[in-house]
């Protein structure tokens, strides 16, 4: 990236490469040439747009530019690569632009972003590069140039580089200087993006330990089942070594074949999307393309589906070794005699609870036999209403943020101006729309260098009606002294805080600034300085280019915008308070609430499939006891009962302990998510969490009951009775 800009009226390209060779503070350095003009469309939608070109030759080594769509020009090809905003409807068509000498048609080849350029510097102008051989003979400037990129050496300062580069190409007119940077955009979207990120991956590291119960669970469920086959083989002269490889290589097996197309699915199903044949219907065509490329795409992924099926299997293999082990520590006589997956030592256990219904007592029996899988079971049920707990309550911290930035905006819109115009003036045209208007207010922007980052500088008065935010720490700045407010993102970039101090420097001046303030703002990377500031960076005393205006209620405000636009000299762009909050409420509350609520229908499919396969276990040896419990006349709305009692006792279980772990779970959560992220959000316990985890309960432990109470008592009785 370049250090810093200068352009020129027209100069000999030779003269110019020359001066700057011949500067040993100047490391590299690119020449160009720019013309702004319009383009029309004959077919494609804009019609028509003002434009900058921009004559290049490749490689750009100063700006590494990203091409979107399309491909970069060819040697001397009368084509142009174009800003994707304004191409992207326009990408194969030819675009008719005005030169000294007629209209020239050009062929838009590709659309591209990150230009030199900041979008911000012509934010109503769009942008296109053009061969510099190809712009200069369209021109009538063979040779000409009229702007030089410049990098300098790490030794040098590039304000000192660029007054000295300046002063030896004056003889041709140095039209403007500018210091370039890693641009800051004003609007914040990428940090939101990365904590949705974080969060999301926080809660798939939880559902992967979920998982994995269900794997042991599965698992060992098959072991039970397979009990007396194995009293049987270990009857017969097999080994406890022969019986653990044989459970090694058959969930070896398993893993690798559920893993690899696990992955693979995964791998296929991220593909589509971002093809975006996944969000269009599934025509003939479309199941044609994915059949065909099969393929290819498990070509281009081997490398993530070999890891993943590898780690699939190894997992696969490490957990069925606990219960297998303990399958194989049981003498053959007891595991042949016994009923599947019940130890003879435990079929006398005996119930302390002596008092109280008999499917109560009965449950409590059942309950004590079997500790582990209970525990377990439990554990799953916590893990799961944490793991939802967050979910909602960092759905709920995150409207609050939204609601919190709605009220700190006290305005609708906020126009810039292209040039610097007289307040008086403005008040003129803005009483046309007194009616309309709550209030209306002037500030001051400018562009200006901190710490490597070029940031948009917004100066307005000390007591200004247009922002009320909440401030993390510090205070607002005071009117005429050299301070400055940031946003909680932008301090966090920058390096600094509250006391520290900031230079602000422009290709004109440079001002030291204090920070006095840090507010609570996830919309803007905006300094905010008092109007005074502003204005010395650019010496222009007494003058305003932005206005901040707020409708009356009930007025139109995009019928208001289309007036004042048309009513305020130099009007450049605008922005909304409306689209600045929709920006955060699509990333922070509309897209982390559709992944929210698919992931807690998954943890409740997941909770229940785990309970249904762990206490399927105990269901499962206790099939006779129910059989004859029938034969003696049991109702099968007693057994039922039963296993739904003994279900509901665990979630009992699991709701104390689930009040005393969500605080826990959403407090590390909130110390994870602080590290990677460059602002704070704190995920707060929402009062309704407590009904809704026992609402998440109940809607777990019911369904697994009555599905195991219905297993069970589906049997027909000379069936079972025959088999045991």
Not at 143 to 155: D, G, I, Q, S, T
Not at 612 to 618: E, K, M
Not at 693 to 710: E, H, K, Q, V
Request: glycine share 8%; aromatic share 8%.
């Amino acid at each position: 990236m370049a250090d810093f800009s200068l352009t020129l009226k027209m100069a000999p390209r030779e003269v110019v490469e020359n001066i700057c060779r011949g500067d040993e503070a100047v490391k590299e350095f690119e020449v160009r040439l720019i013309f702004r003009s319009t383009a029309y469309a004959e077919k494609g939608w804009p019609k028509t747009t003002d434009i900058l070109l921009l004559g290049v030759e490749a490689p750009l080594r100063l700006n590494r530019i990203i091409l979107v769509d399309g491909r970069l020009f060819e040697g001397d090809e009368e084509a142009v690569v174009v800003e994707h905003d304004y191409g992207v409807n326009l990408l194969g068509r030819e675009i008719l632009v005005e030169t000294p000498k007629g209209n020239v048609t050009l062929k838009v080849v590709g659309t591209c972003r990150a230009v030199w350029i900041p979008r911000w510097a012509v934010s109503s102008t769009a942008y296109a590069l053009i061969p510099l051989k190809v712009l200069q003979s369209v021109l009538g400037v063979e040779e000409a140039v009229n702007n030089v990129l410049v990098k300098v050496e790490e030794n040098h300062k590039p304000e000192d580089v660029m007054t000295d580069l300046s002063d030896r190409l004056g003889l041709y007119g140095v039209v403007s200087r500018s210091l370039e940077g890693r641009v800051t955009p004003f609007v914040e979207t990428q940090s939101y993006y990365n904590y949705l990120v974080s969060l999301l991956s926080l809660i798939g590291f939880s559902l992967l330990a979920v998982s994995l119960a269900l794997m042991y669970g599965s698992l060992s469920l098959m072991v039970t089942q397979e009990f007396r086959d194995l009293g049987t083989l270990k009857a017969l002269g097999a080994t406890r070594g022969g019986l653990l490889l044989a459970y090694s290589l058959r969930s070896l097996l398993l893993g690798l074949v559920g893993s690899s197309l696990g992955s693979f699915l995964g791998v296929l199903a991220a593909r589509l999307i971002l093809t975006g044949l996944a969000s269009t219907s599934l025509t003939f065509e479309g199941i044609t393309y994915t059949a065909h490329s099969i393929f290819q795409i498990a070509q281009e992924n081997l490398d993530a589906l070999i890891l993943y099926s590898t780690l699939g299997a190894g997992l696969s293999m490490l957990l069925v070794l606990p219960p297998a082990i303990s399958a194989s520590r049981v003498p053959a006589a007891q595991a042949v005699g016994s009923f599947p997956g019940l130890s003879i030592a435990e079929t006398g256990a005996r119930s302390k609870v002596g008092l109280g219904p008999l499917f109560a007592r009965y449950a409590f029996r059942s309950l004590g036999r079997r500790k582990g899988r209970e525990i377990v079971v439990v554990l799953i049920i916590v893990i799961s209403v944490a793991m939802n707990s967050a979910l909602i309550a960092a759905s709920e911290s995150q409207q609050g943020i939204l609601n919190e930035v709605d009220e700190a905006m006290n305005f609708d819109f906020f126009v810039c101006l292209s040039g610097r115009v007289s307040s008086t003036l403005l008040e003129e045209r803005l009483e046309a729309y007194e009616e309309d208007l709550a209030f209306w207010g002037f500030a001051y922007y400018t562009y200006a260098k901190a710490a490597g980052y070029t940031l948009l500088i917004i100066g307005m008065p000390q007591e200004t009606p247009y922002f009320s935010y909440r401030m993390i720490d510090g205070r607002w700045f005071t009117e005429g002294e050299n301070e400055t407010v940031l946003s909680e993102n932008l301090a966090n970039m920058l390096g600094v805080w509250v006391g520290d101090n900031l230079r602000l420097s422009n290709e004109r001046t440079s001002i030291d600034v204090t920070v006095v303030g840090i507010r609570k703002d996830p919309v803007f990377n905006i300094p905010m300085v008092p109007l005074s500031v502003a204005r010395s960076l650019d010496g222009c005393e007494g003058r305003v280019n932005a206005v901040v205006l707020k409708a009356e209620e009930g007025v139109n405000v995009d019928r208001l915008i289309r007036e004042v636009k048309k009513a305020l000299p130099g009007y450049l762009w605008h922005i909304k308070k409306s689209g600045a909050v929709k920006i955060i409420s699509d990333v922070l509350t509309k897209t982390f609430q559709s992944t929210a609520a698919t992931m807690i229908t998954f943890n409740w499919l997941t909770s229940v499939i785990l309970i249904f396969s762990i206490l399927g276990q105990n269901i499962n040896e206790e099939r006779i006891v129910f059989t004859i419990l029938r034969a003696l006349g049991m109702k099968k709305r007693t057994c039922i009962l039963i296993v739904v009692f003994k279900i509901s006792v665990l979630g009992l279980a699991a709701v104390a302990l689930s009040a005393l772990a969500a605080p826990l779970i959403l407090k590390v959560f909130s110390e994870l998510l602080a590290g990677p992220s460059s602002f704070s959000v704190s995920i707060v316990l929402p009062p309704q969490i407590y009904l809704t985890s026992a609402a998440f309960i109940m809607a777990t432990t019911l369904p697994s009951g009555l599905i195991l109470g219905a297993y069970i008592t589906g049997v027909k009785l000379s069936e079972a009775l025959r088999y045991e």
